[in-house]
């Protein structure tokens, strides 16, 4: 079983940056895919990024590609989103998300993801 926590959440105003991190723990996910989603009030939960095991492989939604980067330090079986240009359109709670496969294509989709974190929340103020 993996637990994961995020952490690194809060407010900050327009145009500021803030770094997530999603500290796993029960087992290594060194090796499972990697990924960042969002849910605003009254909205689905909204896919942002995915790094592979290696981190040589990343993919980002078209909403925050150029804004946020994803990244992971497998010796610390932690991930980050670097997120840098907030808007408040970016307020949301944050999620990280373990896919429990080593390769192949990096997911998009919720159901695709196996362990969910309780997220941290994000408020950008205008």
């Known amino acids: 079983q993996v637990q994961l926590v995020e952490s690194g959440g809060g407010l900050v105003q327009t145009g500021g940056s803030l770094r997530l991190s999603c500290a796993a723990s029960g087992r290594t996910v060194s090796t499972y895919i990697m990924g960042w989603f969002r849910q605003a009030p009254g909205k689905e939960r909204e896919f942002l990024a995915a790094?592979?095991?290696?981190?040589?492989?990343?993919y980002y939604a078209d909403s925050v590609k150029g804004r946020f980067t994803i990244s992971r330090d497998n010796a610390k079986n932690t991930v980050y989103l670097q997120m840098n240009s907030l808007k408040p359109e970016d307020t949301a709670v944050y999620y990280c998300?373990?896919?429990?496969?080593?390769?192949?294509?990096?997911?998009?989709?919720?159901?695709?993801?196996?362990?969910w974190g309780q997220g941290t929340q994000v408020t950008v103020s205008s």
């Open positions: 790094i592979s095991w290696s981190g040589g492989r990343t």
């Open positions: 998300a373990a896919h429990g496969v080593m390769d192949g294509p990096l997911p998009n989709q919720e159901y695709e993801y196996d362990y």
